[in-house]
C-alpha cells in the first residue's frame, strides 16, 4: 500500500497545550495537505504545502515538510476543545490524494 | 472554493440489496473521487470519475461491485451493489479545482449493511 503512516495514532491533551502530529510517505510528492475530520464527517482542508516549502503557518497551524525523510509534522499551538478531531495528511503525486493513517486528537477542557 | 451536497447521509440496508449515493457540486469540476472509509479507518480512493468516460478503478475495486455514474461535471452516483456486512463504512465523493489544490468533500454517507 502506498498510504502514508501517522504517529501518534491517538493523542490526548489539555487545552493550550500544543499537539504534534507526524506523517510519513513513501512516493515523491507535489505537494502534501493536512486535513481534519469531525465524527466521522466529510473532511476539511486545513493546509497544502508544496515540495519545494520547508515550512508553512496558517493561524495556529504550523506545517514542516523534509522531502528527503519524506516526513511532514503538524503543530496546533495553544489547542481549544474544539480542536478534537482526527487528523490526515494527504500526499499528491499523480493527480489522487492518497491518505495517511489518521491521529485522533482528544483536547480536555 | 466548491460546495458539495452528498445524500442519502445515512442508511441502513439489508444484506443482498444496492444503495446509490448522490453526490452535486456546485460548480463544474472536470474530476470527482470516491471514497471509502471503514470504521477507524482511513480514507481509501474507489475510483475517479470523468465526466465523459469509463471511472478509472483503484486496485481492489471493480465496477461490478461499485459502478459509478458522471453523466455532467457537476454530478456523479456511487452505486454499492450486491450489498454485505462488510460494506458497511462511510463513502465520501471529493473534488478539486485542478492539480495540486486543496480537495473538497461531501458530508459523506455513513452506510451500515445488516
Known amino acids: 500500500s502506498q498510504q502514508g503512516e501517522e504517529d501518534p495514532q491517538a493523542l490526548s491533551i489539555q487545552e493550550g497545550e500544543n499537539a504534534t502530529m507526524n506523517c510519513s510517505y513513501k512516493t515523491s510528492i507535489n505537494n502534501l495537505q493536512w486535513y481534519r475530520q469531525n465524527s466521522g464527517r466529510g473532511l476539511v482542508h486545513l493546509i497544502l504545502?508544496?515540495?519545494?516549502?520547508r515550512e508553512k503557518h496558517s493561524g495556529r497551524l504550523r506545517v514542516t515538510l523534509d522531502t528527503s525523510k519524506k516526513s511532514s509534522s503538524l503543530l496546533i499551538t495553544a489547542s481549544r476543545a474544539a480542536d478534537t478531531a482526527s487528523y490526515f495528511c494527504?500526499?499528491?503525486?499523480?493527480?489522487?490524494?492518497?491518505f495517511g493513517t489518521g491521529t485522533r486528537l482528544q483536547v480536555f477542557p | 472554493s466548491a460546495v458539495i451536497s452528498q445524500k442519502p447521509s445515512r442508511d441502513i440496508c439489508q444484506r443482498g440489496t444496492s444503495l446509490t449515493i448522490q453526490c452535486q457540486v456546485d460548480?463544474?469540476?472536470?474530476?470527482m473521487f470516491w471514497y471509502r472509509q471503514q470504521p477507524g479507518q482511513s480514507l481509501t480512493l474507489i475510483a475517479t470519475a470523468n465526466q465523459g468516460s469509463e471511472a478509472t478503478y483503484e486496485s481492489g475495486f471493480v465496477i461490478d461491485k461499485f459502478p459509478i455514474s458522471r453523466p455532467n461535471l457537476t454530478f456523479s452516483t456511487l452505486t454499492v451493489s450486491n450489498m454485505s456486512p462488510e460494506d458497511s463504512s462511510i463513502y465520501l465523493c471529493?473534488?478539486?479545482?485542478?492539480?495540486?489544490?486543496?480537495?473538497?468533500f461531501g458530508q459523506g454517507t455513513r452506510l451500515t449493511v445488516v
Open positions: 460548480s463544474q469540476v472536470t474530476m
Open positions: 494527504a500526499t499528491d503525486n499523480t493527480d489522487k490524494l492518497i
Open positions: 471529493s473534488v478539486d479545482k485542478g492539480s495540486s489544490t486543496e480537495a473538497f
Open positions: 504545502i508544496r515540495s519545494n516549502e
